[in-house]
């Protein structure tokens, strides 16, 4: 009765990472259509990439005994598929300075996975220490992905906009981590269900704010102001002073032409 209901819960988790991964396609529809990224970050969708990448080698027989965590390999594994269809999505219509920080932090992630990798089949002999590493690397990973939209709150909390902040995006996360969460207690599998005790909280922190900004219209914030007069450096003060000086002379130049004539 455990197996079933732990393959069922793992089934539903499926089903529920599937819409999670999936919703970014109307944000990346969007971003498609204007050729422009806007407001919206790529940090999520790499983390995202990260996560499933270690999880899909943590649910491979290598680490995992036997095929114990099937269901976290399949979708983990269409879970790669998808962030890095979005990713790619977002350099093509980044800037030249979004492309290259993008780039170095997927850089930076694959050589983390591909040491991961090496240094659990290589230095590990067995199945109980596999585990321990890289299901500790995993849930740093997760718990980075589930904490990476708080950028997105502090916008939406500053804005009062939830424009950057998709409705389905937040209820896929919550009902995933809530999935995700009973699978690994049934499992007795701390490195499945830890980082979703994260997760839960942080997704209904989203949803919260999204019930309370949804009516609002979209506020843009405002440019920074150009700084006042009192300098403290005097290297500013001297050039504010001779760029007075050009003006004035220049007024003076006008005034004694415009009396000549």
């Known amino acids: ?23 970014p396609t109307l944000t990346f529809s969007r971003v498609m259509k204007k050729k ?8 999520p969708y790499v983390l995202a990439l990260c996560n499933c ?4 080698w943590y649910g491979l027989p290598v680490v995992s005994y036997r095929w114990e965590n ?12 998808l962030e890095t269809s979005f990713i790619l999505i977002y350099l093509w219509f980044s800037s030249a300075k979004g492309k290259k920080e993008v780039a170095k932090t997927v850089v930076s992630i694959i050589l ?8 659990s089949t290589f230095v590990f002999h067995d199945h109980h220490h596999r585990k321990v590493f890289v299901g500790s690397i995993a849930v740093v990973a997760s718990a980075a992905m589930y904490a990476s939209p708080l ?38 599998d701390l490195f499945i269900a830890s980082p979703n005790m994260v997760g839960v909280p942080l997704c209904m922190l989203q949803l919260m704010l999204y019930f309370k900004y949804r009516k609002n219209p979209i506020k843009e914030l405002e440019p920074e102001k150009w ?8 290297k500013l003060k001297q050039e504010f002073h001779l760029d ?18």
């Open 1 to 23: 009765m455990g197996d079933r209901l732990r393959l069922a819960v793992g089934v539903m988790g499926n089903v529920a990472s599937m819409l999670l991964y999936a919703t």
């Open 36 to 43: 422009n990224v806007e407001g919206f970050s790529c940090v």
């Open 53 to 56: 990448c270690l999880y899909t």
């Open 70 to 81: 099937f269901p976290v390999v399949t979708i983990n594994g269409i879970g790669i598929l």
């Open 112 to 119: 983390i996975c591909v040491a991961t990798g090496i240094i």
């Open 151 to 188: 950028a997105v709150v502090r916008q939406v909390i500053k804005t009062e906009s939830v424009e950057f902040m998709p409705f389905h995006l937040s209820l896929f996360s919550f009902l995933t981590s809530c999935l995700w969460l009973s699978y690994g207690l049934l499992s007795h």
């Open 227 to 234: 700084p006042d007069l009192e300098f403290n450096d005097d």
């Open 244 to 261: 007075e000086k050009k003006d004035q002379s220049t007024l003076d130049v006008t005034e004694n032409l415009s009396t000549k004539i």
